[in-house]
Nanobody, 123 residues
Framework: QVHLVESGGGLAQAGNSLRLSCSVS????????MAWFRQAPGKEREFAAG????????EYADFVKGRFTITRDNAKNTVYLQMNNLEPEDTAIYYC????????????????WGQGTQVTVSS
């Protein structure tokens, strides 16, 4: 069974940075495309960033605006989301997701999900 565990969330002031991590176990991390989604209170879960299984291709939501960077370390079975210049609008639960196949922004195409980590940005 594939298990995803996010960490690194917390409280940050606007303009500061956080780095989220997602550790994957129970499967072959090297074949998974990975992504980060987020869900703010009262809103639907939305795509934030995605990375191909090799890490050579990345994709970002427009709201990222060059502030977030997704990377992966296949030797550690871990994917990261570096979030810089945080804004109060970034407040949400951030979820890590994995799928066997090409990266995609479509939530329903991801096979495995973590429990999420809360990010709260104060102004």
């Amino acid at each position: 069974q594939v298990h995803l565990v996010e960490s690194g969330g917390g409280l940050a002031q606007a303009g500061n940075s956080l780095r989220l991590s997602c550790s994957v176990s129970g499967g072959d991390f090297n074949i998974y495309a990975m992504a980060w989604f987020r869900q703010a209170p009262g809103k639907e879960r939305e795509f934030a960033a995605g990375i191909s299984w090799r890490g050579t291709n990345t994709e970002y939501a427009d709201f990222v605006k060059g502030r977030f960077t997704i990377t992966r370390d296949n030797a550690k079975n871990t994917v990261y989301l570096q979030m810089n210049n945080l804004e109060p609008e970034d407040t949400a639960i951030y979820y890590c997701a994995a799928r066997e196949g090409p990266k995609t922004t479509t939530l329903s195409k991801y096979d495995y999900w973590g429990q999420g980590t809360q990010v709260t940005v104060s102004s």
